[in-house]
């Protein structure tokens, strides 16, 4: 029905809830400097190709999302937490695909030496019609930036802090975010909604 909303979850096969290697090599660009050991100890065991993740989104899943769900292909979000939630910013900043709305939750900015807030300074943003940036306050600083680097250029961008919450707690407002986003958006229209902790 038209007040469906589908929720499509992507994974890896494996024993344990995450992959390490795999979220290194699909939610970020190969690394130009020196990036710290997933937490816990261990090796991230591949580099970053997101490029290849983001086509296979695009060019297979999203399609195929369409073909079997009862979605509007033009009211699709993008949502992502940490790692992924850095992929949602530079999925957005790419202009990739074909998402109505991104939102980032918790994205780790900092990753590469905060490589992806260079890029998005030189960034064309000229396809993305707004944002709003959710967050906790661990990663407040990166956050504000980001959603402040939106609205200089020209984004109608939003930051919203949620205290008392963490890196983990923050979900379940980012998927309020993404539900509130989609319900929002005309048929026919396009929003961007990046959601960042920082």
Same mark, same amino acid.
């Given at each position: @029905?038209?007040?469906?909303?589908?929720?499509?979850?992507?994974?890896?096969?494996?024993?344990?809830?995450?992959?390490?290697?795999?979220?290194?090599?699909?939610?970020?660009?190969?690394?130009?400097?020196?990036?710290?050991?997933?937490?816990?100890?261990?090796?991230?065991?591949?580099?970053?190709?997101?490029?290849? #993740?983001?086509?296979?989104?695009?060019?297979?899943?999203?399609?195929?999302?369409?073909?079997?769900?009862?979605?509007?292909?033009?009211?699709?979000?993008?949502?992502?937490? @940490?790692? @992924?939630?850095?992929?949602?910013?530079?999925?957005?900043?790419?202009?990739?695909?074909?998402?109505?709305?991104?939102?980032?939750?918790?994205?780790?900015?900092?990753?590469?030496?905060?490589?992806?807030?260079?890029?998005?300074?030189?960034?064309?943003?000229?396809?993305?019609?707004?944002?709003?940036?959710?967050?906790?306050?661990?990663?407040?600083?990166?956050? @504000?930036? #980001?959603?402040?680097?939106?609205?200089?250029?020209?984004?109608?961008?939003?930051?919203?802090?949620?205290?008392?919450?963490?890196?983990?707690?923050?979900?379940?407002?980012?998927?309020?975010?993404?539900?509130?986003?989609?319900?929002?958006?005309?048929?026919?229209?396009?929003?961007?909604?990046?959601?960042?902790?920082?």
């Amino acid at each position: @029905s038209a007040d469906s909303i589908a929720v499509v979850g992507i994974g890896w096969e494996g024993e344990g809830p995450v992959d390490q290697g795999r979220r290194r090599r699909d939610f970020t660009l190969p690394a130009a400097s020196e990036v710290p050991g997933p937490r816990g100890g261990g090796e991230w065991g591949h580099d970053g190709d997101c490029g290849r #993740f983001l086509e296979l989104l695009v060019d297979t899943l999203q399609p195929r999302a369409v073909d079997v769900l009862p979605v509007d292909p033009r009211r699709q979000v993008l949502v992502g937490h @940490s790692l @992924s939630g850095l992929f949602a910013l530079h999925a957005l900043m790419t202009g990739a695909g074909t998402f109505a709305g991104y939102v980032a939750a918790s994205p780790s900015i900092w990753w590469d030496d905060a490589r992806i807030l260079d890029a998005a300074r030189s960034a064309d943003w000229s396809h993305a019609a707004g944002a709003r940036v959710l967050g906790e306050p661990h990663m407040v600083d990166n956050a @504000s930036l #980001f959603a402040e680097l939106l609205r200089s250029r020209g984004l109608d961008c939003r930051f919203e802090l949620f205290e008392g919450e963490g890196h983990g707690t923050v979900l379940p407002f980012a998927m309020a975010a993404a539900v509130e986003l989609v319900g929002a958006l005309p048929a026919t229209g396009t929003a961007a909604i990046p959601t960042a902790d920082a």
